[in-house]
T-cell receptor, first 111, second 113 residues
Framework: EDQVTQSPEALRLQEGESSSLNCSYTVSGLRGLFWYRQDPGKGPEFLFTLYSAGEEKEKERLKATLTKKESFLHITAPKPEDSATYLCAVQARTGANNLFFGTGTRLTVIP | DTEVTQTPKHLVMGMTNKKSLKCEQHMGHRAMYWYKQKAKKPPELMFVYSYEKLSINESVPSRFSPECPNSSLLNLHLHALQPEDSALYLC????????????FGPGTRLTVT
């Protein structure tokens, strides 16, 4: 069965303290892995798509990487405005092509 | 432009009311989605439209009725809802059903009293 697990559940960082969020997945053939940022009460904001192991994408202080079993979202020198819930989702090559979401990592960056 | 718009932003309705949620995108996307999200949970898929045809209904109760009038618009008609249906309702769109990221709207916060 397809599964997505994100860790940690919550993370508190001091401003400038770099860290990584993890997304472990088990799918019957990965079609794509997607990272989203979600602020409270708002819709998820698309960040990155990764399609194959070894692929990396960067945007400002964020960098997403992908292996055959997991993806990392690296946050370099975070700022308070990076505080949000970060969601990982996968789409499998078989089945209904739905997105399977992880439960997210709630990031708080303290000034 | 990667904008999906949703109206209303907030909705309070009684259990006997009928209301509708609206979603619009002008990105030329051919797949549109309705999700339901409870607090501190990930979005939960309800319906998928592909090329204006309903392709997936994830065992959603009949008190939720989707409609896709054209390729840019998606509605969700609500009738006889229960308090447990209170949630953030999200609309999303993608270029196609397969292999593309979905772009989400801001959501409608629904409260059923």
């Amino acid at each position: 069965e397809d599964q997505v697990t994100q860790s940690p559940e919550a993370l508190r960082l001091q401003e400038g303290e770099s860290s990584s969020l993890n997304c472990s997945y088990t799918v019957s053939g990965l079609r794509g892995l997607f990272w989203y940022r979600q602020d409270p009460g708002k819709g998820p904001e698309f960040l990155f798509t990764l399609y194959s192991a070894g692929e990396e994408k960067e945007k400002e202080r964020l960098k997403a990487t992908l292996t055959k079993k997991e993806s990392f979202l690296h946050i370099t020198a975070p700022k308070p405005e990076d505080s949000a819930t970060y969601l990982c989702a996968v789409q499998a090559r078989t089945g209904a092509n739905n997105l399977f979401f992880g439960t997210g990592t709630r990031l708080t960056v303290i000034p | 432009d990667t904008e999906v718009t949703q109206t209303p932003k907030h909705l309070v309705m009684g259990m006997t009311n009928k209301k509708s949620l609206k979603c619009e995108q002008h990105m030329g996307h051919r797949a549109m989605y309705w999700y339901k999200q409870k607090a501190k949970k990930p979005p939960e898929l309800m319906f998928v439209y592909s090329y204006e045809k309903l392709s997936i209904n994830e065992s959603v109760p009949s008190r939720f009725s989707p409609e896709c009038p054209n390729s840019s618009l998606l509605n969700l008609h609500l009738h006889a809802l229960q308090p447990e249906d209170s949630a953030l309702y999200l609309c999303a769109s993608s270029p196609d059903r397969v292999g593309h990221e979905q772009y989400f709207g801001p959501g409608t916060r629904l409260t059923v009293t």
